[in-house]
């Protein structure tokens, strides 16, 4: 299963409109946001051109109201942090790296233990390996400081692909 994986959208429609289409063009049918939306206007957008299921972390910048956020039957909204079961995988989601570690708190006490973090905040494309579980960040869809980028993730190959929004 791919799933598209996009952080720091900071309200850039344009970004989100291309990535939205091409994600279409690729038939994939799962988003997880890592959180900086911004404002209610994208969050709508977000949930009105996109009938997949989005799982959703709050960023730092938020101004949209939580309810809001909970209004829309495509949103899964996680709160700060959050993990799913996706693909047959255990993913974890954060938006500032300081909360990859309650992430993988999540996985205590008996809990499942996440296959994969994703991240966002820093802006940047990363990919690290914590205790066995690959962290990524996505890098920004909204461009700010570095090239829009968002990635995929296919869970059956276990592989991350960055996208250059640019180059699409």
């Known amino acids: 299963m791919k799933i598209t994986i996009i952080s720091d959208i900071h309200d850039n429609l344009v970004n989100l409109k291309k990535c939205l289409d091409w994600r279409g063009q690729e038939n994939i049918k799962n988003i997880i946001c890592c959180g900086d939306i911004t404002n209610g206007e994208t969050l709508k957008f977000l949930s009105d051109n996109f009938k997949g299921k989005i799982y959703l972390v709050r960023g730092n910048i938020e101004i949209y109201d939580e309810n809001e956020a909970r209004q829309y039957d495509n949103i899964e909204y996680l709160g700060r942090i959050g993990k799913i079961q996706l693909g047959g995988k255990i993913i974890g989601i ?7 570690s309650k992430v ?5 006490g008996g809990g ?3 296959d994969i ?7 940047k494309p990363w990919e690290d390996k914590k205790d066995g579980i690959k962290i990524i960040n996505p890098g920004t869809l909204g461009g700010m400081f570095t090239k829009a980028t968002f990635a ?3 869970s059956d190959t276990e592989s991350v692909e960055l996208k250059i929004l640019e180059l699409l």
């Open 94 to 100: 954060c938006h500032e790296p300081a909360y990859i």
């Open 104 to 108: 993988m708190e999540l996985s205590s």
């Open 112 to 114: 499942a233990r996440c």
């Open 117 to 123: 973090i994703f991240y966002g905040h820093t802006h």
């Open 152 to 154: 995929v993730y296919d």
